[in-house]
């Protein structure tokens, strides 16, 4: 019996016998079909599922300030009141006061603006940084040209 051939399945694991062209094409077509998917998923629900650490949904969807302020105060925050509510709760509070911060903050970051690509000093491959620091000029700089 011969061995089963497991060619591309594992990009960049070298088989006997591959070219290295065909292992390039063939993970370029892997990386395409996950790009090509990745781009139709909903950011809203990422961001919800992102929530299950409250704070990176809205970090993912970049609301830096509100997604900085919940990891640091409001956790923060949340632990102190569940500590001192567990007292009067017998230790109920420790389950509830986190499950609600968390879902709070899921709903949160699913209705927050996606402010993805309105940074342009993020994202200075789309050369939005040239219009942004010139004023939407139509110029080109000199460098450029």
């Known amino acids: 019996m011969d ?3 497991f060619s591309g399945m594992i990009p960049f694991l070298p088989m006997a016998g591959e070219s290295a062209l065909l292992k390039v094409v063939l993970t370029h077509i892997a990386m ?3 790009y090509d998917a990745w781009r139709s998923v909903d950011r809203n629900k990422i961001a919800m599922l992102l929530s299950v650490f409250p704070g990176l949904g809205h970090l993912y969807k970049h609301d830096y300030m ?3 302020c919940i990891m640091t105060v409001g956790n923060a925050v949340m632990i102190f009141t569940a500590a001192w509510l567990s ?3 017998i230790g109920m509070s420790l389950i509830l006061v986190p499950a609600a911060w968390v879902v ?4 949160s970051a699913y209705y927050t603006d996606d ?3 309105t940074h342009p000093w993020m994202h200075v491959w789309e050369k939005k940084w040239w219009h942004f620091r010139h004023g939407n000029k139509k110029a080109v700089p000199v460098s450029l040209k």
Do not use: D, I, N, R
């Not at 709070?104 to 709903?107: L, M, N, S």
């Open 66 to 68: 509100s997604g900085f």
């Open 32 to 34: 395409k079909e996950l």
């Open 104 to 107: 709070g903050v899921a709903y």
């Open 115 to 117: 402010k993805h690509g």
């Open 87 to 89: 007292l009067a709760t």
């Open 3 to 5: 061995a089963p051939q």
